[in-house]
């Protein structure tokens, strides 16, 4: 009778641990992650076939039963979509969920959100998006370059100047930011 007990009660613990729902509304309980179409659209974004990326996006949301995690990065995804769109209202409000998730590598986020406000030639909140990064992850190279996009784009260009420099010194490199330095007669990659 007592191992009878304790099986039951090891039943009840195991079923309170399960969850009721799943940030997927038409997955059944218990089935794993899926993100082949998070990853097709992915491939798509690359591509350029941005409105049918959005879809497979959208898809894998609602069947793919996603981590807080993927969530996340799918969201991010979505926004970097329809940031190359020129969409960036739309894109701004799924960094905005993004962010909300609080991944790991929210800097990313705040990055890509102050992207799409510089585009919007929000320039004040896009630099708070980039020093937001920086504070989370100071040595972040993509932050410091966008930065200068901003400096530069506000005739700013002593400073702009300053983080092209810097921005190779912490590891990142892009057509764009070689581009920059020969344009300003940089020879320092």
Not at 50 to 68: H, P, Q
Not at 82 to 110: S, V, W
Not at 163 to 172: I, S, V
């Amino acid at each position: 009778m007592l191992k009878l007990i304790s099986v039951s009660l090891l039943i009840a613990s195991l079923a309170a641990c399960i969850t009721t729902e799943s940030s997927a509304p038409n997955v059944p309980i218990g089935a794993s992650e899926n993100i082949a179409k998070c990853k097709e659209g992915w491939q798509l974004t690359e591509k350029g076939h941005y409105s049918r990326a959005v879809d497979w996006y959208f898809e894998c949301i609602e069947t793919g039963n996603l981590s807080n995690s993927t969530l996340s990065r799918t969201y991010r995804n979505i926004g970097i979509t329809y940031r190359r769109m020129g969409e960036y209202e739309t894109a701004i409000e799924y960094f905005d969920k993004a962010i909300t998730l609080n991944p790991a590598d929210i800097q990313n986020d705040y990055i890509n959100r102050g992207n799409a406000r510089s585009g919007l030639r929000q320039y004040d909140m896009a630099l708070a998006d980039y020093e937001k990064a920086l504070e989370i992850k100071p040595n972040n190279g993509a932050a410091v370059f966008n930065r200068g996009i901003v400096y530069e784009r506000l005739g700013r260009t002593d400073e702009a100047i300053s983080d092209f420099k810097l921005a190779p010194e912490l590891g990142y490199y892009s057509p764009d930011l070689v581009e920059r330095l020969r344009f300003y007669g940089i020879k320092k990659i």
